[in-house]
């Protein structure tokens, strides 16, 4: 599976939206762009995920590029509930395992 | 009631003992997968089953055994903790075949501490 390179960190205004970039350059033509959250040591939280395309679900949006080699997801009224480490991974479904990585640590302040 | 349940949630132990950590899901996947996360990194896969009897290794294998006693339940031993076993543990499950993409389900986690 392709790497992934996300910033360690980040901050946001509450009600603002959030945009959390992810590089992965290496990514081949079948894997997908998958979004996680962990709040505070939960287990981790699907978010959304995408191929191509941008998609939109009740929780975020994927921005994809078109080259695929990078994409952002976007929290667009973020709450303090939001607050997590949130994790970009890239599968191609095939092997159903995921690779976490770092991810990025959202800090939403009032 | 939740998903996917872990037991037991919270365990402190001594160098060199044996312990097991349940995962039991009511989701009725066939895949089931046991991770590691220690502080302040990402989850590490240890080991993952895609149905009863099928057992292959992860990321970090060493020092773990699993078992897979029916669809709804898999078990992480330790044989000999070890205190850089200490860690923050999860169990997850998913079945490709629902909405046909790789979505995983959490447990809680189960923190261990050996001494």
């Known amino acids: 599976d392709a790497k992934t390179t996300q910033p360690t960190s980040m901050d946001c205004a509450e009600g603002r939206a959030a945009n959390l970039p992810c590089n992965h350059s290496?990514?081949?033509?079948?894997?997908?762009v998958y979004w996680y959250r962990q709040i505070h040591s939960q287990g981790p939280q699907y978010i959304i995920h995408g191929l191509k395309n941008n998609e939109t679900n009740e929780m975020a949006s994927l921005i994809i590029t078109e080259d695929r080699k990078s994409s952002t997801l976007i929290l667009p009224h973020a709450t303090l509930r939001d607050t997590a480490v949130y994790y970009c991974i890239v599968n191609n479904n095939a092997g159903n395992m995921l690779t976490f990585g770092g991810g990025t640590r959202l800090m939403v302040k009032p | 009631d939740a998903d996917v349940t872990q037991t037991p949630r919270n365990r402190i132990t001594k160098t060199g003992k044996r312990i097991m950590l349940e995962c039991s899901q009511t989701k009725g996947h066939d895949r089931m997968y046991w991770y590691r996360q220690d502080p302040g990194l990402g989850l590490r896969l240890i080991y993952y089953s895609f149905d009863v009897k099928d057992i292959n290794k992860g990321e970090i294998s060493d020092g773990y055994s699993v078992s897979r006693q029916a669809q709804a339940k898999f078990s992480l031993s330790l044989e000999s903790a070890i205190p850089n076993q200490t860690a923050l543990y999860f169990c997850?499950?998913?079945?490709?075949?629902?909405?046909?993409?790789?979505?995983?389900?959490f447990g809680p986690g189960t923190r261990l501490t050996v001494l």
């Open positions: 290496t990514i081949s033509g079948n894997e997908y």
């Open positions: 997850a499950t998913s079945d490709p075949t629902d909405r046909g993409y790789n979505e995983q389900f």
